[in-house]
């Protein structure tokens, strides 16, 4: 890996700051240049179309690269400062440039934002020494549902080599024998393989499957965090009014029906959010029926099954805001997603 593609490893480009930083777009790349060490060097850094990095040094009085720049990472002395100053001016250009992601995989990323959007958990990274790997783990009793690990392909298939991002999750005992002679999926590495399985990062398996199976994970950690004292889970799940008007239908009937996710059951709490122009949950209900067929789909919406919701409590729109939300760590409510133990205290 080279010095640009290790700093840049888990950072994506925003190409509408360039320009005000300093590059210069020429054809379809971007190009920054920078003297350093009293003009000694020139550091040149390029940007293509795709966001991947390139970049050089070249010494001020001859203009030839600077060979010994990549010869050795670990170089100390002259070489070893003239490498330390080029990192710095690519890790400024990063924090300038750059968002930075978690992982370096795009389904990897992507699977970060699920989580965040319906869990609300963040990736932890617990060990200096492996610190691409990260821990996903319930919040209210720090049990561990998914770990992301950059592996080497070896450690799954002996005929292959090469870094690859896997998950880790854990999954009912009589699922993973048959799930383990798919493509994308193998016995847990460096867990317990009778209750955890690795699923290969790589766009192998699509994300309704492994986000399907993410959330029987999330499940085993739940206990009595998330769930009411009938055992049921809560939920926060979106309504946008500009699709569905939730509040007219709920001022007709104290029973409709609403698109279900595959993990919501029987007796579940749905507490309902409605988006702008109210922006605040307005509803407590409970599920009463759940898995009926349903076939709707037009270019905002698809719905495979509904559920049956009935309202339990109606709440002035001003007293849990998104605002309020936020002060939970909950920042979007795209989806549904667990209602944290804490907001539940105050909707109950």
Same mark, same amino acid.
């Given at each position: 890996?080279?010095?640009?593609?290790?700093?840049?490893?888990?950072?994506?480009?925003?190409?509408? /700051?360039?320009?005000?930083? @300093?590059?210069?777009?020429?054809?379809?790349? %971007?190009?920054?240049?920078?003297?350093?060490?009293?003009?000694?060097?020139?550091?040149?850094?390029?940007?293509?179309?795709?966001?991947?990095?390139?970049?050089?040094? =070249?010494?001020?009085? #001859? *203009? *030839?690269?600077?060979?010994?720049?990549?010869?050795?990472?670990?170089?100390?002395? !002259?070489?070893?400062?003239?490498?330390?100053?080029?990192?710095? $001016?690519?890790?400024?250009?990063?924090?300038?440039?750059?968002?930075?992601?978690?992982? +370096?995989?795009?389904?990897?990323?992507?699977?970060?934002?699920?989580?965040?959007?319906? !869990? @609300?958990?963040?990736?932890? =990274?617990?060990?200096?020494?492996?610190?691409?790997?990260?821990? =996903?783990?319930?919040?209210?009793?720090?049990? %561990? !549902?998914?770990?992301?690990?950059? $592996?080497? %392909?070896?450690?799954?298939?002996? /005929?292959? #080599?090469?870094?690859?991002?896997?998950?880790?999750?854990?999954?009912?005992?009589?699922?993973?024998?048959?799930?383990?002679?798919?493509?994308?999926?193998?016995?847990?590495?460096?867990?317990?393989?009778?209750? %955890? &399985?690795? &699923?290969?990062?790589?766009?192998?398996?699509?994300?309704?499957?492994?986000?399907?199976?993410?959330?029987? #994970?999330?499940?085993?950690?739940?206990?009595?965090?998330?769930?009411?004292?009938?055992?049921?889970?809560?939920?926060?799940?979106?309504?946008?009014?500009?699709?569905?008007?939730?509040?007219?239908?709920?001022?007709?009937?104290?029973? &409709?029906?609403?698109?279900?996710?595959?993990?919501?059951?029987?007796?579940?709490?749905? !507490?309902?959010?409605? @988006?702008?122009?109210? #922006?605040?949950?307005?509803?407590?209900?409970?599920?009463?029926?759940?898995?009926?067929?349903?076939?709707? *789909?037009?270019?905002?919406?698809?719905?495979?099954?509904?559920?049956? &919701?009935?309202?339990?409590?109606?709440?002035?729109?001003?007293?849990?805001?998104?605002?309020?939300?936020?002060?939970?760590? $909950?920042?979007?409510?795209? @989806?549904?997603? =667990?209602?944290?133990?804490?907001?539940?205290? +105050?909707?109950?």
């Amino acid at each position: 890996m080279s010095i640009e593609e290790d700093i840049f490893k888990r950072a994506k480009i925003d190409f509408n /700051k360039l320009s005000a930083y @300093g590059f210069v777009k020429k054809n379809d790349q %971007w190009v920054y240049t920078q003297p350093f060490m009293n003009d000694e060097f020139k550091a040149t850094v390029v940007i293509d179309k795709q966001g991947q990095i390139f970049g050089d040094v =070249f010494e001020t009085d #001859s *203009e *030839e690269s600077y060979l010994p720049l990549r010869v050795d990472s670990m170089a100390v002395g !002259y070489v070893g400062q003239v490498r330390s100053e080029y990192e710095k $001016i690519l890790e400024n250009i990063k924090v300038h440039c750059a968002v930075e992601n978690y992982f +370096v995989g795009v389904q990897a990323n992507r699977l970060v934002l699920h989580i965040i959007e319906k !869990y @609300g958990d963040s990736p932890v =990274f617990p060990w200096e020494k492996f610190n691409r790997h990260g821990v =996903f783990k319930n919040q209210d009793n720090g049990k %561990w !549902y998914a770990l992301v690990m950059t $592996i080497d %392909w070896s450690k799954l298939n002996k /005929k292959l #080599s090469g870094e690859v991002e896997v998950v880790n999750i854990k999954l009912a005992e009589e699922k993973i024998p048959n799930l383990v002679t798919q493509k994308g999926f193998y016995p847990a590495y460096h867990m317990n393989k009778k209750s %955890w &399985i690795t &699923i290969v990062l790589d766009e192998t398996v699509r994300d309704d499957v492994l986000f399907d199976l993410l959330a029987e #994970s999330h499940a085993f950690t739940l206990g009595k965090t998330g769930r009411n004292k009938g055992g049921h889970t809560e939920w926060l799940v979106p309504a946008n009014p500009k699709y569905f008007d939730i509040i007219e239908a709920f001022s007709k009937n104290s029973e &409709i029906i609403w698109k279900q996710s595959s993990d919501i059951n029987v007796g579940d709490i749905a !507490y309902m959010y409605v @988006g702008a122009p109210y #922006s605040a949950v307005l509803y407590k209900c409970e599920v009463t029926e759940a898995d009926i067929p349903y076939h709707y *789909e037009d270019t905002n919406l698809k719905i495979c099954k509904v559920m049956k &919701i009935k309202r339990l409590k109606k709440y002035d729109r001003d007293f849990m805001t998104f605002a309020k939300l936020k002060e939970y760590g $909950i920042r979007a409510v795209r @989806g549904p997603r =667990f209602c944290p133990l804490e907001v539940s205290k +105050v909707l109950s």
